[in-house]
């Protein structure tokens, strides 16, 4: 696909296998803001981490030998991070993530180097970059795993996992001035990986709305509270109850007046999800398009920037880490209420002989256990700043670490889903309700892969399959 703006390098390119190619218009125009880079640093004024040292350092200035190495070095001197490394999604991403901010020029880089970053993309192969430890004031430590294998450092991951040196797999680059600090400023790891996972987090939120209008139909629950009307002065939770009466389908004789609330509040509580996952959206949008390195190159001046401290992405992840949370801790209520035949008028744990099989109850423990993982995940990521670089970098957002834990919260709470549609497979398949026609082919497409339980066997493994089909 042609790139000729930096809007056009999109989500599709997040996880797709298809060529990138830069428009030459576009390389015409990060040439000439090159140009004015290179006529700027000739001026001999101090430049952060370009003519000077970096953090605590930066009083001190380079002479031309110390220059011509020190954009290498950055890269050298940082990659302090290890195993494990990043999935292969989510290491592209980062790469996405600082291509996207180097094409709107603020950098100042050359046109070549984001060619470099091209064919890295283009290659199949993604950078070995360690999942934590970035531990400062933006995210110099992964970036410089990230970015070293464009100079032949550091390592590469194979399709198959494997690492592999980077040495000698891309054409042999020398960063110019500036171009190693700009590999290592911004956050886009950070907002490459919350990129990435807004999409799994919108297509997390629809099969919320799936198994929980399962529930509801498979127990008899009274429609009520999914009434639109109800959702009067929000227009996102009215579309949400809507949803669910839908997919639910009409009810007649309801079981009883009132469900448990853990079935009631099923749209405020995946509605909540998805305005979460909203906000967030838009908070990469800024990220994507605002100023988030340091020193920017801003209408023919270099900018000290704050823009790598990351708050928004931090906070808006943690937004969505919560709502993950609470949603998996409601979707676990309903899969006890299940077990129970005073909710679903069915047997006992929805066994088929309750006393000699124990039925699903150990799924749901498993969901349990998840849910605690789930809140301890959600303390936000930005609390407990700890000084480093010798008090030049006295605060951190963690905004690396806050998309991290956001892609393990979605985890998680796939893998609690997981586990009340396989309770929701079960109760279907022991009563004598039909499932309604919205849930047809979702039901459909658990039971290809769930044979029917007629006795206890190892849940895990039909848990694994649905998990898979939910991913």
């Known amino acids: 696909m042609q790139i000729g703006e930096p809007a056009d390098l999109g989500p599709r390119q997040l996880t797709g296998t298809d060529p990138i190619e830069l428009s030459q218009s576009l390389l015409d125009r990060l040439r000439t803001t090159r140009y004015a880079v290179l006529a700027a640093l000739s001026g001999g004024d101090p430049v952060y981490g370009v003519n000077t040292g970096m953090g605590a350092m930066s009083k001190r200035r380079l002479d031309e030998d110390e220059q011509r190495a020190h954009q290498r070095n950055l890269l050298l001197g940082r ?16 790469v996405i993530g600082r291509l996207r901010t180097f094409l709107t020029g603020d950098a100042g880089v050359s046109p070549e180097l984001c060619l470099q970053l091209v064919a890295l993309l283009n290659s199949g192969l993604v950078p070995a970059i360690p999942v934590g430890g970035a531990g400062s004031a933006g995210e110099i430590i992964p970036l410089a795993h990230a970015f070293g294998p464009l100079v032949g450092i550091g390592n590469l991951l194979e399709p198959d996992g494997k690492l592999r040196p980077a040495e000698g797999v891309l054409p042999a680059f020398e960063l110019g001035p500036k171009e190693g600090i700009s590999l290592l400023a911004g956050i886009p790891g950070a907002t490459g990986r919350a990129w990435l996972q807004t999409d799994l987090a919108r297509r997390l939120a629809e099969q919320l709305s799936l198994v929980a209008a399962g529930s509801i139909a498979v127990i008899g629950a009274n429609r009520d509270p999914y009434n639109p009307l109800s959702g009067r002065g929000d227009e996102l939770l009215a579309a949400q109850l809507e ?27 995946i509605s909540h999800v998805e305005r979460a996952v909203g906000r967030l959206e838009e908070a990469v949008d800024r990220a994507l398009t605002g100023v988030t390195d340091s020193p920017a190159f801003l209408k023919g001046e270099f900018v000290g920037t704050a823009g790598f401290h990351g708050i928004d992405l931090a906070a808006h992840c943690d937004q969505l880490v919560a709502a993950l949370a609470h949603a998996a801790e409601v979707s676990a209520a309903r899969i006890h209420r299940l077990l129970d035949p005073a909710v679903t008028g069915l047997t006992a744990q929805l066994a088929h002989q309750p006393g000699p099989q ?18 301890r995940l959600a303390l936000p990521s930005a609390i407990g700043a700890v000084e480093t670089s010798n008090g030049q970098e006295d605060v951190q957002s963690f905004s690396w670490e806050a998309a991290g834990v956001l892609a393990e919260s979605i985890r998680l709470t796939r893998e609690v889903t ?15 309700r039909r499932v309604p026609a919205g849930l047809r082919d979702f039901l459909g497409a658990a039971a290809d892969v769930v044979p029917a339980i007629e006795a206890d066997r190892p849940f895990g493994e039909d848990l694994t399959r649905l998990i898979d089909r939910l991913r």
């Open 358 to 375: 124990a039925g699903l109850v150990t799924v749901h423990k498993r969901a349990v256990a998840t849910c605690h993982y789930l809140r």
């Open 418 to 432: 997981a586990c009340e549609l396989l309770a929701v497979h079960q109760a279907f398949a022991l009563s004598e």
């Open 243 to 269: 949803r669910i009466l839908l997919l639910a389908g009409p009810e007649g004789k309801p079981r009883s007046l009132q469900a448990p609330v853990s079935f009631r509040v099923a749209g405020h509580v």
């Open 79 to 94: 990659a302090a991070g290890g195993p494990p490394w990043l999935p292969p999604d989510e290491a592209r991403a980062v």
